[in-house]
């Protein structure tokens, strides 16, 4: 069926309620918006979470979604793996209908948001992100843009390996620096 931030979130909470320990998750975009989704909803199931560029409030980018509406069918058949335009549009609208600004408290999972300096579309929203969970970092990654974690995948695991890895009590994660 269409996607839905709702399924997606269910789809993914199965998942980590499946791993024998609390899942670490890591997303990218709109995946990172389902992480923080998916941590907000069942704490229970998730440890840390790592999230790039997240998508916080779909109303605070009307000109994205206006152009993501416009998308020719060439490019939505290239880029993605949706059926038809009408499955485009029904992703869009969720897109556009997104708003995790009261769920950001209630994520008790040690996160780390990430964002491109050059990412200047989602950067506002990662800070946002960062701040409002409680136990969430900001960290702005410079000199690279929204898909850096694909383009650069060496320095992605270089930035998140420190987190993912430190023990719940190290305290060696700083604001300043996640690698160090």
Same mark, same amino acid.
């Given at each position: 069926?269409? /996607? %839905? ?9 199965? =998942?980590?309620?499946?791993c ?11 995946g990172? !918006? ?12 998730v440890?840390?979470?790592?999230? !790039? ?9 009307p000109?994205? %979604? ?7 069918? $060439? ?12 499955? $485009?549009? !029904? ?16 994520? #008790? ?27 969430? %970092?900001?960290?702005?990654? @410079?000199?690279?843009?929204?898909? $850096?974690?694909?383009?650069? @995948?060496?320095? /992605? ?5 420190? /987190? =993912?890895?430190? !023990?719940?009590?190290?305290?060696? =994660?700083? #604001? ?5």
């Open positions: 069926g269409p /996607f %839905t931030m709702a399924a997606a979130v269910d789809a993914i909470a199965e =998942l980590a309620d499946a024998p320990a609390p899942a670490r998750l890591c997303g990218l975009s709109l990172a !918006s389902v992480a923080l989704a998916v941590a907000a909803a069942h704490p229970d199931v440890d840390r979470v790592v999230a !790039s560029a997240p998508a916080i409030d779909g109303a605070r980018h000109r994205v %979604t206006a152009v993501y509406r416009r998308a020719p069918g $060439w490019a939505l058949r290239r880029l993605t793996d949706l059926p038809d335009r009408a499955g $485009w549009l !029904s992703f869009v609208d969720e897109i556009a209908a997104l708003d995790l600004t009261d769920e950001l408290p209630k994520i #008790d999972a040690r996160t780390l948001v990430l964002c491109g300096g050059r990412d200047r579309a989602n950067l506002a929203e990662a800070k946002l992100a960062g701040q409002a969970i409680p136990n969430g %970092t900001f960290y702005l990654v @410079p000199h690279v843009g929204h898909t $850096w974690p694909v383009t650069q @995948p060496k320095l /992605f695991a270089t930035v998140i390996r420190a /987190f =993912l890895t430190a !023990s719940v009590r190290d305290d060696t =994660l700083t #604001d300043d620096d996640p690698t160090s």
